[in-house]
């Protein structure tokens, strides 16, 4: 495993995020608690040493799964990231209510890292708002060493992180963003990450796979990147990829399985950056990829807890997406004719609260009404 230096501790170059662990039956809320077990006791005895979860990740499961399996290692042989869920605004003012029970679900006294949760466009204003003493509440944690470093993570804007940066960036000791090849251009990652290097600030890394998007790739790219490196795979372009971005001290990837998670610590048991010829050939090859890809939804999931209707949002993006990509076809409308009436893209009422809390910022209500005139349903 290859390990980065970050101020006192040398931190697993390779990070289990926990919100796309194994689960039962298709339901995010519900987690296999024993395959999540081994696959947290194979990274645990792999050298992955720090794990990274969250209120909301799996419906306020994932820490509780935290808690009950990491808690039966020596408490100083890992690193354990959690962070404040200021994606959902009716939480602005529940810091100290929530902090002291997710100490209580992870069965620690401290986080060795927490974050401002998904700085973006919809939270910025209240993140920054001085009444709700978030920022002050969490310095004087860290004061008490329930908090060992403090930082934030992003989906928002330049400017947003820019914002951010400005009025709090003296107390942050590293950045999480959505850093992938695919969003070098399509996110302005590049110049998320310019801007994190430029403030001094370390890098985390999110959704290096980009969702599982980048695990595969068309034909004709598979065999451009193939040329390149024969030995190479594909999913492990993606962390060749992170391995050439100045800042990158760390990097998060949700896995799912034990074959993904042999496969990613297999990957970092070296670092082989790219050259500056690979590093550029893979950007043109997605670029030109990304202008036949439909909505960037990663399948966070966030949207699903906001949504009246209770509808399988990323599920519904996926099917609409493969049926853009595809220029229709079979596939899509015979997936969503499977689903209950009530879970269908038709049953959309338009409100747009999945929108006020997605990282993508797509505008779902929009997707809704355009995949059913072109299903029907």
Not at 132 to 141: F, P
Not at 152 to 164: D, L, Q, T, Y
Not at 184 to 195: D, G, R, V
Not at 203 to 223: H, T
Request: contains cysteine; glycine residues 8%.
């Amino acid at each position: 495993m290859i390990y980065r230096k970050f101020q006192d501790v040398q931190l697993s170059g390779l990070g289990l995020g926990m919100m796309r662990l194994p689960v039962q039956n298709g339901d995010d809320s519900t987690v296999d608690e024993a395959a999540a077990a081994e696959m947290i006791d194979y990274a645990y005895q792999n050298g992955i040493n720090y794990f990274d979860t969250a209120w909301g990740y799996h419906s306020g499961n994932s820490e509780l799964v935290a808690g009950k399996y990491l808690s039966r290692y020596p408490r100083e042989s890992y690193c354990l990231a959690s962070k404040f869920p200021g994606y959902d605004l009716s939480n602005m003012d529940k810091v100290e209510e929530i902090f002291e029970r997710q100490l209580e679900k992870c069965q620690t006294p401290y986080f060795d890292f927490y974050l401002f949760h998904n700085v973006y466009e919809g939270n910025i204003d209240a993140y920054l708002n001085p009444e709700y003493g978030i920022l002050e509440y969490l310095l004087k944690q860290k004061e008490n060493g329930r908090i060992r470093r403090l930082g934030f993570s992003a989906h928002g804007s330049v400017e947003v992180i820019k914002r951010f940066l400005d009025a709090y960036g003296q107390h942050m000791e590293f950045g999480q963003l959505q850093l992938n090849y695919m969003d070098w251009h399509f996110q302005n990652a590049q110049e998320k990450a310019e801007l994190l290097t430029k403030a001094c600030i370390p890098i985390w890394v999110m959704e290096p796979l980009r969702g599982g998007k980048l695990a595969n790739a068309s034909d004709e790219m598979a065999g451009t990147l193939h040329s390149m490196r024969p030995e190479e795979t594909v999913p492990g372009w993606a962390f060749r990829f992170l391995q050439s971005v100045p800042g990158v001290t760390m990097v998060l990837s949700g896995m799912s399985t034990m074959e993904q998670l042999k496969a990613n610590i297999a990957t970092y048991e070296t670092n082989e950056p790219l050259s500056e010829e690979e590093f550029a050939t893979l950007i043109k090859c997605i670029d030109a990829e990304v202008k036949k890809a439909g909505l960037p939804c990663t399948a966070c999931h966030y949207c699903t807890s906001h949504c009246p209707k209770g509808l399988p949002i990323p599920e519904l993006i996926a099917l609409y997406n493969e049926h853009k990509a595809t220029g229709g076809g079979f596939i899509a409308p015979m997936a969503v004719g499977s689903m209950p009436e009530e879970k269908r893209p038709a049953s959309c009422v338009g409100c747009r609260s999945c929108e006020q809390v997605c990282p993508q910022q797509i505008r779902i209500s929009e997707m809704m009404a355009d995949f059913t005139s072109m299903i029907g349903m």
